[in-house]
């Protein structure tokens, strides 16, 4: 969801690492910009790739990736359809590999991601997990090494174009700007989106959300100051100028704004809307 922002949030990558391609699921749209990204990263021809991401249940896109085996495992960076449901499918193709995720319910054949920071890999590249929660309460990222070469893998808590949902009630606005502050310290580091090109510095990128994430705040705050009483009030006012079928998504983060902000929307409309004191 790119709302009122569709630049990129940082300079984009000029080229990616000679280990990390790009295989882009045909599903453009309003909420996947130019597809879904799944992307391969294998250390050296011949050896096991990782793949993150499976994308949507399409054949040739999954077979695509298959193309690209062998695969040692696969990686989940949250659990929306886009990004998982080709999974079982990718599981049959490649005779059966891993698909990791946080969530057990998007986990096939091994143990669910759980522990922030834990280290695997092996065949030439170093992955650490990053617990990323917010844009959904699963989210993660990944941080991959491969020699003195780094990137991270942000799924949609930071995409290559626009800004994203937080996809309230699953998402948390608090556990989103927390994720970010964690993103923004990796400095000079590419980030490899869910969706959208990749981005130079996934630390500019995640100072950039962090800006406009605290402006929104502030026009929430106004909204309801100026008399919004109810998610889609604030919407029209906050969001006036998103697509009207993107609505129900700017609606999403306004109840998490909202929620982060401590205010009671009065659904009725009447009485106006309260905002909590800390």
């Given at each position: 969801?790119?709302?009122?922002v569709t630049g990129a949030a940082a ?111 092996g065949s030439g590249l170093e992955i ?6 917010g844009h959904t309460a699963d989210s ?139």
């Amino acid at each position: 969801m790119t709302g009122r922002v569709t630049g990129a949030a940082a300079a984009l990558a000029d080229e990616l690492p000679s280990w990390v391609t790009l295989l882009r699921a045909p599903n453009p749209g309003p909420m996947t910009l130019d597809g879904t990204n799944t992307w391969v990263l294998r250390a050296a021809p011949g050896e096991p790739a990782v793949v993150v991401d499976p994308g949507p249940a399409d054949e040739e896109h999954l077979a695509a990736v298959a193309a690209h085996g062998p695969v040692g495992f696969v990686l989940i960076t949250h659990g929306h359809p886009d990004h998982t449901e080709g999974s079982a499918r990718l599981h049959e193709l490649l005779g059966g590999a891993h698909v990791l995720a946080a969530d057990p319910a998007h986990t096939i054949g091994g143990e669910p991601l759980t522990e922030s920071g834990e280290r695997f890999g092996g065949s030439g590249l170093e992955i650490r997990l990053l617990d990323t929660p917010g844009h959904t309460a699963d989210s993660v990222c990944f941080l991959v090494e491969h020699g003195d070469e780094r990137v991270v893998l942000t799924g949609d808590t930071i995409l290559g174009r626009g800004t994203t949902v937080v996809a309230h009630p699953d998402g948390h606005l608090g556990d989103y700007l927390t994720s970010l502050e964690l993103l923004s310290t990796y400095r000079g580091i590419p980030a490899l989106p869910g969706h959208g090109p990749a981005l130079a510095d996934c630390g500019a990128a995640a100072d950039f959300y962090l800006a406009h994430r605290r402006a929104r705040l502030d026009q929430v705050r106004s909204a309801v100051a100026a008399g919004a009483t109810t998610a889609p009030e604030v919407v029209e006012r906050v969001y006036a100028d998103v697509d009207r079928s993107l609505k129900w998504a700017a609606e999403w983060s306004v109840r998490a704004q909202l929620e982060y902000l401590g205010v009671d929307p009065r659904e009725s409309g009447a009485g106006g809307a309260e905002l909590k004191q800390p």
